[in-house]
């Protein structure tokens, strides 16, 4: 019996022990990775932030939370949009309530959805840049820049002449002196004027 106990002693000790090793290691990880966004080395920050994450063993609590948060910080300004978004996603899992974590979320919708604009027109998906248009009005974002120069651009591929040019006069409204937006202007009053 006694000989027992001192087993289960021993290796509850030993568990402790691991815990407290993990938890030394996830600091250190977790002090060099911050360190490495200071000198804005983001991706390899990345990796340490990834280590440090996996010691954690799918362990959820505020450390895991914190290294998210870094690591989300990292895709950011590696414009890996997609991913951070994915990350707020998990977070919102964990604090459901949290209000910056849902404005963030919310926000990286719209940059995620920007950058697929921009691909969509880059690759002539006129359609697919359409639906992620509406896609962005839903979230509130249609008057931002982008959307609105994205949208002008759109009718100009479609050779919808006059949609464009009421598109690009509307976007100078909101953002005069667009150099960009007036050679727009300047090309499509030459294909009106045919």
């Excluded at 490495?36 to 362990?59: H, P, Q, V």
């Excluded at 949009?81 to 404005?103: A, G, S, T």
Aim: hydrophobic share 40%.
């Amino acid at each position: 019996m006694r000989k027992s106990k001192i087993i289960l002693l021993f290796l509850i000790s030993l568990i402790i022990l691991s815990s407290c090793s993990n938890n030394s290691k996830i600091l250190e990880y977790r002090k060099e990775g911050i360190n490495l966004i200071r000198n804005k080395n983001y991706k390899d920050a990345l990796e340490y932030f990834n280590i440090a994450i996996s010691y954690g063993e799918g362990e959820v609590g505020e450390i895991q939370c914190d290294l998210l948060l870094y690591k989300a910080e990292c895709l950011f300004m590696l414009e890996n949009y997609l991913e951070c978004r994915d990350i707020y996603e998990l977070l919102l899992k964990i604090k459901p309530n949290n209000k910056q974590y849902i404005e963030i979320y919310n926000l990286l919708n719209g940059v995620s959805k920007l950058s697929e604009l921009k691909n969509s027109i880059n690759n002539n998906e006129l359609q697919d840049a359409k639906t992620i248009i509406e896609d962005l009005k839903k979230l509130g974002i249609e008057h931002d820049k982008s959307v609105l120069f994205n949208q002008a651009v759109i009718y100009e591929k479609e050779g919808e002449w006059k949609s464009a040019l009421n598109a690009f006069n509307y976007y100078l409204t909101q953002y005069p002196n667009d150099d960009l937006a007036l050679k727009e202007i300047k090309f499509i009053n030459t294909q009106l004027t045919r």
